[in-house]
């Protein structure tokens, strides 16, 4: 049940994403069993809507910050 349950939440969590929308509060109190026996994702009430040009920025900013941190890591090993 734990594989079908985790199956689960990566598919509706890339369906939201898919939509543009992030959760930002997910833990186990945010995840419910329908009627049904499927999961359910509830309390939206912190999600936001992106847009890909706001990833892309975001994702640009933290490669550059691990660069800088790897380098400042590898230069007090030396």
């Given amino acids: 049940m734990a594989v079908l349950y985790a199956a689960e939440l990566v598919l509706a969590l890339e369906t939201i994403h898919s939509h543009c929308i992030m959760h930002r509060d997910m833990k186990p ?3 419910m069993i329908g009627d049904d026996g499927h999961l359910r994702i509830i309390d939206f009430g ?11 920025e975001n994702t640009e900013q933290l490669d550059r910050s691990r660069v800088a941190e790897s380098n400042e890591s590898f230069s007090k090993l030396m």
């Fill in 46 to 56: 912190e999600a936001k809507e992106f847009n890909t040009e706001m990833l892309t």
């Fill in 29 to 31: 109190n945010n995840v």
